[in-house]
């Protein structure tokens, strides 16, 4: 399972209504990730952390025609870390 982090860069929407499409989305979102942890950075700007346990089916979706006509109506970007845990030594 893979930690990642997502940054997500908006044109469009403000913070509350890509907020309110992104847990719209959960049933979608339980194909491939949970525990999603969601932080606004700014009215333009939002952090999203989960734990992917199906990254190709997240792949797909991210590749489907469906997720860029959402990112072109939406004016979103997306950015994609993936985290690693580290002893505190």
Avoid: C
Avoid at 60 to 85: I, Q, R, V, W
């Amino acid at each position: 399972m893979l930690n990642t982090m997502i940054i997500v860069h908006m044109k469009e929407p403000k913070y509350a209504e890509w907020k309110e499409a992104f847990d719209g989305d959960k049933e979608r979102q339980a194909h491939f990730m949970k525990d999603a942890v969601v932080g606004r950075v700014d009215e333009r700007t939002a952090m999203v952390t989960a734990d992917v346990f199906d990254r190709p089916a997240l792949q797909a979706l991210l590749k489907s025609d469906e997720f860029h006509h959402m990112e072109n109506e939406m004016g979103l970007s997306h950015e994609f870390f993936e985290l690693t845990p580290q002893g505190l030594n």
